[in-house]
């Protein structure tokens, strides 16, 4: 409940202020590929056309912000653009994303808080990863150059595996590391591939993705490894003693 009162509370809030107080303001509408949901192998790569059909209630907050911002452009004249981001990387991703988790694990196992082994789940899902940078340019590409009421999908366009992604993280680790598949951690994707088409907002505003994955993953690997250089920062409650790591 409070994923769609926030969501979607908060953004038809400050629309309405813009309205009464009659600025002439431009209005980013920040959707997400969830709003895709279940997406069917004949659907790929998604265009803007890809039928929506959610999996999640954060799925459907998504789309109703999606066309709350379609809706008041329509009825007020409102400068709204609207853009449905792929999955994004890079530093200061907390945990609970699959990149941040590795790299974290990673870095705790150069710094000798974790032993070397990473267990993992499923491997095979593919996802459209692009560097959070190359993503908040397209966002001011978006509102200086996207049509206003237009919807636009903003991704590298390329899929690559989580297995993909940890072999690469591993690559750039100076550690040797083991992987395990714990079978507590399998589940099977609901949706096994996810790119994106983005055609349309390259033409509308020039965007090209600027950085490989095996940039943006290393940009994530060593912001994790500033974190477990002082372990205290990353919530362990580790302590250095000597040649000796006490937790």
């Known amino acids: 409940m409070s994923t769609l009162v926030n969501n979607i509370s908060i953004q038809l809030n400050l629309i309405q202020a813009i309205i009464a107080l009659e600025l002439d303001a431009r209005i980013l509408v920040v959707g997400s590929a969830d709003e895709y949901g279940l997406v069917q192998p004949a659907d790929l790569p998604i265009t803007e056309e890809t039928p929506l059909r959610p999996l999640n209630p954060y799925a459907v907050s998504k789309i109703t912000q999606d066309y709350l911002g379609y809706?008041?452009?329509l009825s007020h004249g409102l400068h709204i653009v609207r853009v449905r981001?792929?999955?994004?990387?890079?530093?200061?991703?907390?945990?609970?994303?699959?990149?941040?988790?590795?790299?974290?694990?990673i870095a705790l196992i150069e710094a000798g808080l974790q032993e070397p082994v990473i267990r993992v789940g499923n491997l095979s899902a593919r996802r459209d990863f692009s560097d959070v940078r190359d993503i908040v340019r397209g966002y001011y590409l978006a509102l200086h150059a996207g049509k206003p009421g237009s919807v636009y999908n903003l991704g590298s366009g390329e899929a690559h595996s989580i297995e993909e992604v940890l072999q690469t993280l591993i690559e750039l680790s100076t550690a040797v590391i083991q992987i395990q598949v714990d079978p507590a951690l399998m589940r099977p994707s609901d949706i096994p591939v996810s790119v994106c088409d983005?055609?349309?907002?390259?033409?509308?505003?020039?965007?090209?993705?600027?950085y490989s994955l095996r940039a943006s993953l290393q940009a994530v690997l060593d912001y994790w490894r500033t974190q477990a250089a002082d372990p205290g920062s990353m919530g362990l409650g580790y302590q250095r003693t000597g040649q000796r790591i006490q937790k």
Do not use: C, L
Not at 88 to 96: A, D, K, L, S, W
Not at 198 to 210: C, K, L, V
């Open 198 to 210: 983005s055609n349309r907002f390259q033409a509308d505003t020039g965007w090209q993705p600027e």
């Open 85 to 105: 981001p792929f999955n994004h990387i890079g530093p200061r991703q907390g945990p609970g994303f699959v990149v941040p988790d590795f790299a974290r694990q």
């Open 71 to 73: 809706q008041y452009h």
